[in-house]
């Protein structure tokens, strides 16, 4: 029995007062009171201030990238230990835009997700296809290197500690969704190719989806067996909007 996540990915929205004022919504819609695991993931300059409103709500806490660094001179970067000594439990690596604007190839999203788990997060492990990849017939491929490189760097063991997000890079902020049956397709996938190494593992491993899902589209999404939740973008900056898909992806 897997338990739901839902995952807000903030991204680079919003000031002090506005993310404020949203958790302090959510916080009072009940949002993480459901069946489902509620945490989102704002701004790391906000993570302190967030993490002190939703004290004790149920709301909890990632934020949306790691150094794969343990300390020292890195200049703008922020540690594991740092975001675990805030209060995140959980943090995003690999996310497409990481991939895409800031150059993060598969061996620096590996190192990025051992880093986090040696201070105690849960990595939320992003792939997913372009739109070019998908129409080449490519997406099987691309999504399963993108989840190989990981498994041979940490090996099979560390995804019993992690979640993976499948987000189709042409779903992402475009109003685009995968249909549930595509997304069920690829998270079959994933968690196939997680089987072959450890079936067990495979069995509890928890799968989002993301990419344009909203209070609209939720349900169905998450109706599909393998779809264990969403990372949810855009819609996350919405507290009524939120709380709606956070409740869809309940018991
Ligand atoms: P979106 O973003 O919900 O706005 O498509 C999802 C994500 O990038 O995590």
């Known amino acids: 029995m897997r338990r739901a996540l839902v995952a ?17 919504e959510l916080v009072a819609l009940r949002a993480g009171a459901g069946g489902a695991e509620v945490i989102v993931c704002p701004p790391f300059v906000y993570l302190s201030e967030i993490a002190r409103r939703a004290g004790g709500a149920a709301i909890g806490l990632g934020a949306q990238d790691v150094c794969a660094e343990e300390s020292g ?10 975001l675990a000594d805030v209060g995140c439990s959980y943090v995003i690596v690999g996310h497409s835009e990481r991939r895409s604007l800031y150059g993060e190839d598969d061996a620096l ?14 990595p ?12 080449s017939g490519a997406m099987p491929a691309v999504v399963t290197r ?7 760097v940490a090996g099979v063991a560390a995804f019993a500690g992690a979640v993976v997000a499948y987000e189709p890079v042409w779903a992402i902020g475009t109003g685009r969704t995968a249909s549930a049956g595509q ?5 079959a996938l994933i968690r196939g190719r997680i089987a072959a190494s450890d079936a067990t593992i495979a069995a509890s491993l928890r799968i989002l989806y993301g990419g344009s899902v909203k209070a609209a589209n939720a349900a169905e999404l998450f109706a599909m067996p ?17 709380a709606t898909i956070c409740a869809a992806a309940g018991p």
């Not at 939320?124 to 129409?135: H, P, Q, T």
């Not at 993108?146 to 498994?151: F, I, N």
């Not at 997304?183 to 998270?187: C, G, L, N, S």
């Open 8 to 24: 807000g990915n903030w991204k680079m929205h919003g000031s002090l007062a506005e993310s404020g004022r949203l958790v302090d």
């Open 73 to 82: 001179a890195h200049t703008g970067e922020v540690s594991a230990a740092m």
């Open 109 to 122: 999203v590996a190192r990025k997700f051992v880093a986090a788990q040696r201070h105690g997060l849960v």
């Open 124 to 135: 939320i492990l992003c792939v997913g296809e372009s739109l070019a990849e998908r129409e």
């Open 146 to 152: 993108q989840v190989d490189v990981v498994l041979q």
């Open 183 to 187: 997304a069920q397709e690829v998270h």
């Open 226 to 242: 393998d779809v264990d939740g969403g990372l949810v973008g855009g819609a996350s900056l919405q507290a009524g909007e939120f």
